[in-house]
């Protein structure tokens, strides 16, 4: 759906192709021959888990056997996009909609892989920090003119009036915005870096929102840096022991 509506609106994003139970021989005979590294993701929700960048094509062929015939992530992976591999340094830009009119909040930089120095599986997330170095007024201004604007615009003009939170999940490739994904909600763990931010109080926003004056709203923004790291059970994202606590520290600084 998000990957029509980009292309709809002319929302920059990486190329693809969509493959089910139906044609998964043509997928398997796709992937073989993409050039590499390549993208497949899980079309349903898979906890932040549903996507395998792989480094081969034989690699790519058993990720989407294993998401469509297998069942992976279960009815998640019945559908699977297959994507163009974007290389470049991911931001998470966040906008508070109320249907008219929508309120920029501080962007973050999300840190998937588990391992140390970006190297292992993706995971739903292991930490977080606002505000984003390379996120500079010359790259936001083209985020808002080629990727939030006409998301916002192109909502209306589906008769679509949606009142909430929209993630920008970006990539940018030297210098230029791409999206990769939206959510219909805050990150997790963007919104921990986020959040200590924002000094602006949220009752106000919140009836801003209620009022649709949210483009009028003059958000006040802590200026300093916040960071948030998660500590998770080993084996994460695979099999991993359960019914630890998960343990949360913000950093503000």
Do not use: W
């Not at 005979?29 to 932040?48: C, Q, R, T």
């Not at 998470?92 to 970006?118: H, Q, T, W």
């Not at 949220?202 to 003059?218: C, R």
């Amino acid at each position: 759906f998000s990957k029509m509506f980009m292309l709809k609106y002319g929302i920059p994003t990486a190329s693809y192709k969509t493959f089910n139970t139906e044609s998964i021989s043509s997928g398997i005979d796709y992937v073989s021959k993409h050039s590499l590294p390549v993208v497949l993701k899980a079309d349903g929700l898979a906890a932040g888990k549903g996507v395998i960048i792989a480094e081969t094509n034989e690699e790519a062929v058993s990720v989407l056997k294993e998401m469509i015939s297998d069942k992976k992530f279960g009815e998640s992976s019945a559908k699977v996009v297959v994507e163009q591999f974007l290389k470049g340094i991911e931001v998470s830009v966040f906008a508070l909609c109320d249907g008219e009119g929508y309120l920029l909040l501080p962007e973050a930089k999300d840190y998937k892989r588990i391992g140390e120095k970006d190297t292992g599986l993706n995971t739903g997330g292991m930490g977080a920090v606002s505000p984003v170095p390379f996120a500079d007024e010359v790259f936001m201004k083209k985020v808002k003119n080629n990727i939030i604007d006409p998301t916002i615009a192109g909502l209306k003009s589906e008769g679509i009036d949606y009142t909430g939170f929209v993630f920008f999940g970006l990539i940018s490739v030297q210098g230029e915005p791409f999206v990769i994904e939206y959510n219909a909600r805050m990150g997790d763990p963007e919104t921990e870096a986020v959040v200590p931010r924002i000094k602006s109080d949220f009752v106000d926003i919140f009836i801003a929102l209620g009022e649709k004056q949210l483009s009028k709203f003059k958000l006040e923004v802590d200026p300093r840096t916040a960071t948030t790291v998660v500590l998770v059970s080993g084996g994460y994202p695979e099999e991993f022991e359960k019914d630890h606590v998960n343990n949360v520290y913000n950093i503000i600084a």
